[in-house]
C-alpha cells in the first residue's frame, strides 16, 4: 500500500510523497509521486504508469483533495512516468500537464489533446503554482533526451526523475537514504547503463552544485537529504556512464 | 461494485467480441470476393449464349438476372463492411471505456472521501457504457438485417441459378459449356449463403457473449 507522506510544510507551502509500495506487482519498478502544494493549487510530478493508478489515487486522496491537482510535471516521456495521463483526465480532464517540448507529438499517445499539455523550452522554464514560482531545470540526456528536473527554492528541493534513481531491496526501502556508501551500490548499475553521456553529466552536477538542495528527491528509491546530496553529485560526476555503449565493443570494455 | 454493473445488466467488452468481430469482417470479405466471381461467371455465361445464338435466349436471359442479383449482393456486402468498420471501432473503443472503468473501480475506496470523489465518476463511465452498448446493439442488428436481404438475393440466385441449368440443356452445340457454368454458379451462389448463414450464428452468438 502506497501512503502519502508529508516532506516539507511552510505555512502554505508543502511536499509531500507518495511512496513505497511492497505490495505491488513485482515486474513493476516502484516509483515515487512527489505533491507540490501551494496555497489551493497542487502540481503532481511523474504520476506514474497506468498499473499503479489505482494505489497512487488511493494513497493521494486519502489525505489530499484530488480535485486541487492542476499540473502534472513529465520529467521525461517513460511510461513509468506518465503513462497514467489518460486515467488522471479521466479525473479531471482540466488538468494540464508539464513536459519537455521535444515530446508535444509523442506524450498525446497516452492520452491528452492539445490542451493539455504544455511544451517546456530545453532552456528550462519558470512554473508559476499558486502565487510562487517552480523552476523546471535542464537535464537532459539523462536518461531521456527530453528531461527537466524540477527546483523548488523555496523548499531547496529538487525533484530529480531518474538521477538519484537507486532500485532498493525491499529491506533496504526506507524512505530517506541513512547509509550513502550502503545506498549508491544500488544506484550503480542503473546510472552507468541509462545515463548515456558525461558531458550530460557534468552539465547537470555544475548546475546542481551552484543551487541550495536540501532534499534530492529522485523518482525511484530513497531521498537524499543534507550532505548526503552534495555526495550524491560528487559521486555522479566521477561515475562512468554510456555502459551499454561498452557492452557492444569489448575493446572499449577493456579500455575502461 | 462489481455487482452494479451486473445489477444493471451492462454486458462487459471483452477482447473477445473484438475476435469475433475481426472473424465476421473476414467472412464479408470472402463472400464479397465470391460475389465479384459469380458477377463475371454469368457475365462470360451471357457472351457464350451470345455465340449459340437464338438456342440459348432462355439462358441468356438468366444469366442476365443473376447478374443483377451478383451486384445486389456485392452492394449489400458493401453494406456491411461499413457496418463491421463501424462495429470493430466502437467494440474497441468499449475495450478502452471498460478497461478505465476497472482501474478506477481498483482504487481502494473504504475512504468516504474517495468515494465521493469517484462515485460520480464511476457512475459517468458506467451511463457511458450503457449508451455504447446499446449503439453496439442497433449496429448488430442493422448488420443482421442486411445479412438477411443478402441471404434472401443468394435464394434468388440459387433458383436463377438452376433455371439458367435447364435452360442451358437448349444452348444447342454449347449446352455442356453453358451447364457448367451454371453448375458452377450454383456453387458459388450456395458457399456465399453458407458463409452468410454463419455470419448471423457468428453474430447471434457475439450478441450472447456480449450479455453475458
Ligand atoms: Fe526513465
Ligand atoms: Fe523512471
Given at each position: 500500500m502506497k501512503r502519502l507522506e508529508t516532506l516539507y510544510s511552510e505555512g502554505r507551502h508543502q511536499w509531500l510523497v507518495i511512496a513505497r509500495d511492497p505490495d505491488r506487482p513485482n515486474v513493476l519498478i516502484d516509483t515515487n509521486e512527489y505533491l507540490v502544494v501551494h496555497g489551493n493549487e497542487a502540481l503532481l510530478t511523474d504520476p506514474g504508469g497506468l498499473e499503479i493508478f489505482p494505489v497512487v489515487f488511493a494513497a493521494l486522496a486519502a489525505g489530499f483533495d484530488p480535485r486541487q491537482v492542476r499540473w502534472l510535471f513529465a520529467s521525461h516521456q517513460d511510461p513509468d512516468v506518465i503513462s497514467s495521463l489518460s486515467l488522471w483526465l479521466e479525473f479531471n480532464p482540466a488538468l494540464r500537464c508539464y513536459a519537455s517540448q521535444i515530446w508535444d507529438s509523442f506524450l498525446p499517445h497516452f492520452g491528452g489533446d492539445e490542451h493539455t499539455f504544455i511544451g517546456l523550452p530545453d532552456a528550462g522554464a519558470k512554473i508559476p503554482l499558486g502565487g510562487i514560482e517552480l523552476e523546471a531545470v535542464p537535464a537532459h540526456y539523462l536518461h531521456s533526451s527530453g528531461n527537466l528536473h524540477l527546483y523548488d527554492a523555496k523548499a531547496k528541493i529538487l525533484f530529480s526523475g531518474d538521477v538519484g534513481a537507486a532500485l532498493l531491496p525491499v529491506e533496504e526501502?526506507?524512505?530517506?537514504?541513512?547509509d550513502f556508501d550502503r545506498h549508491i551500490r544500488h544506484a550503480d548499475g542503473f546510472h552507468r547503463r541509462f545515463m548515456g553521456s558525461r558531458e550530460a553529466v557534468l552539465n547537470w552536477c555544475e548546475r546542481a552544485a551552484a543551487m541550495p538542495i536540501d532534499l534530492l528527491c529522485p523518482q525511484h528509491g530513497a531521498i537524499y537529504q543534507g550532505a548526503d546530496v552534495m555526495r550524491f553529485i560528487n559521486w555522479f560526476s566521477e561515475l562512468e556512464v554510456g555502459s551499454g555503449l561498452r557492452a557492444t565493443r569489448p575493446e572499449l570494455k577493456q579500455a575502461a | 461494485m462489481n455487482s452494479i454493473v451486473e445489477a444493471a445488466n451492462l454486458p462487459l467488452a471483452r477482447a473477445a467480441d473484438l475476435h469475433a468481430i475481426v472473424r465476421i469482417g473476414e467472412d464479408i470479405r470472402g463472400v464479397m470476393g465470391t460475389a465479384r466471381a459469380v458477377n463475371l461467371a454469368a457475365m462470360n455465361a451471357m457472351l457464350a449464349s451470345r455465340r449459340s445464338g437464338e438456342a440459348a435466349v432462355g439462358f441468356r436471359v438468366a444469366a442476365l438476372e443473376l447478374r443483377g442479383m451478383a451486384a445486389g449482393l456485392t452492394e449489400a456486402m458493401a453494406g456491411l463492411s461499413r457496418l463491421v468498420f463501424g462495429l470493430v471501432r466502437d467494440v474497441a473503443l468499449r475495450m478502452h471505456k471498460q478497461r478505465t472503468h476497472d482501474y478506477f473501480q481498483r482504487v481502494e475506496n473504504t475512504d468516504p472521501k474517495t468515494v465521493a470523489y469517484l462515485d460520480p465518476l464511476i457512475a459517468r463511465q458506467e451511463q457511458e457504457m450503457g449508451q455504447l452498448a446499446f449503439h453496439l446493439g442497433q449496429l448488430r442488428r442493422e448488420l443482421d438485417q442486411v445479412a438477411r436481404h443478402a441471404l434472401r438475393l443468394c435464394d434468388m440466385g440459387l433458383s436463377l441459378s438452376r433455371s439458367a441449368r435447364v435452360e442451358a440443356a437448349y444452348g444447342g452445340e454449347s449446352a455442356p459449356v453453358l451447364k457448367q457454368v451454371a453448375a458452377h454458379q450454383t456453387e458459388a451462389i450456395e458457399s456465399v449463403a453458407a458463409t452468410l448463414r454463419g455470419l448471423r450464428l457468428e453474430l447471434a452468438g457475439e450478441r450472447a457473449g456480449a450479455r453475458t
Open positions: 526501502s526506507a524512505l530517506f537514504v541513512t | -
